[in-house]
């Protein structure tokens, strides 16, 4: 893993955010309407968080999220879980904030060379997380592969407690002009490949015992047709992953397994840069479908992966978590 080249990775950050240029609506203080050139993403907060209580520091190098009168739901220490994808992009952004919430974390992708940012996450979990995240190759179509490699990593903790199934392709292609073989290969690695891995996950987590929660990364092309984004199998794909998600929860809750599906609106990766150099009347065109008139950034989901993963959302199944920008709402 180490020492190996960089240029397969497209790694994306937050700040692209703010390269959101469109003139928008701001409402102010003084409950006027201003024009503005752009919309931030919301700020980091400058303030730091107070001392634990002197009761707690003893358990705060474990309490990755502050002390555990703090919203311990929300920790996953000692949690074993998978990310799909997570190579690079949202599902790289993903294992991070599992990482940061205390989690072991095990990375899935074919891709064979990993990108500094992998790298710097993984030396920062051993660092100053005291955890770790791994990375393992496979294709989600290798079932064979695929169920070993969980297995293992299940043997190896005695446990496997999530999964977030990020791994994903798309296309641009029209209807007319889609082939079976292209179809199927979309259908292949978005719904079977999901499914697949998320099969794998749960055989271990009946297997030990200790329930699990899995998380699919869908999209709002799963609830509407884009406009302008020509992709016919890609959301009929996103479809399949959310009502995968609705049946896997009525066949799994018994095991207490959680199964909850991420849409989420555009998000700004590289991918999407690339797209914008090719049709660049998108870059002003999509920010204005949406209610906050802008794009989202990676780093805006994270939260919602981990709450999802963790046992601040214990009651939640067969759901749908739509974060579009109100995109799907209007
Ligand atoms: N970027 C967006 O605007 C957007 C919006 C909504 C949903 N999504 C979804 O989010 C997920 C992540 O997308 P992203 O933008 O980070 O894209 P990305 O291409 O950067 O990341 C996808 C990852 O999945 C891996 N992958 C693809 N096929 C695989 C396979 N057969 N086996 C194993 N790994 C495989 C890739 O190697 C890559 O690392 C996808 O499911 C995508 O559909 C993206």
């Not at 199934?165 to 296309?171: D, E, L, T, V, W």
């Not at 490949?193 to 015992?209: E, W």
């Not at 020509?230 to 794909?237: Q, V, W």
Request: charge should be positive; proline fraction near 5%; include cysteine.
């Amino acid at each position: 893993m180490r020492g190996l080249p960089h240029s397969a990775l497209r790694i994306t950050r937050a700040s692209h955010v703010s390269r959101a240029t469109l003139p928008s609506l701001t409402y102010t203080a003084s409950r006027t309407f201003v024009t503005t050139t752009q919309r931030p993403a919301p700020a980091q907060s400058g303030r730091a968080p107070p001392n634990p209580p002197p009761s707690d520091i003893a358990d705060a190098a474990t309490a990755f999220l502050g002390t555990k009168k703090r919203l311990p739901e929300f920790s996953l220490t000692d949690k074993v879980v998978l990310v799909s994808g997570a190579a690079r992009g949202l599902g790289l952004t993903q294992a991070e904030a599992l990482l940061e919430a205390g989690a072991t974390v095990y990375a899935l992708d074919r891709l064979p060379e990993l990108s500094p940012d992998f790298h710097t996450i993984a030396s920062r979990a051993e660092k100053e997380l005291g955890t770790s995240l791994y990375y393992r190759q496979v294709d989600v179509r290798d079932v064979v592969n695929l169920n070993k490699i969980v297995t293992d990593i299940a043997e190896k903790h005695g446990r496997l407690d999530g999964l977030i199934a990020a791994a994903g392709i798309q296309q641009e292609t029209t209807a007319l002009e889609y082939t079976a073989e292209d179809a199927n290969r979309m259908f292949e690695i978005n719904i079977t490949g999901v499914f697949m891995t998320s099969q794998a996950a749960a055989k271990q987590m009946i297997r030990f015992g200790k329930g699990g929660s899995i998380v699919m990364i869908a999209s709002m092309s799963g609830t509407v047709a884009n406009r302008g984004l020509i992709c016919p199998a890609y959301n009929a794909s996103k479809a399949g992953v959310i009502q995968l998600a609705r049946n896997l929860a009525s066949e799994w809750g018994e095991y207490n397994i959680r199964v909850n599906t991420i849409s989420p609106g555009y998000i700004i990766t590289a991918m999407v840069e690339e797209l914008f150099k090719k049709f660049p009347e998108r870059r002003e065109a999509w920010p204005k479908q949406n209610m906050l008139g802008r794009l989202s950034g990676p780093r805006e989901y994270r939260g919602a992966g981990v709450f999802l993963i963790s046992d601040a959302s214990s009651f939640m199944t067969g759901s749908d978590l739509r974060m579009d920008g109100g995109h799907s709402a209007w």
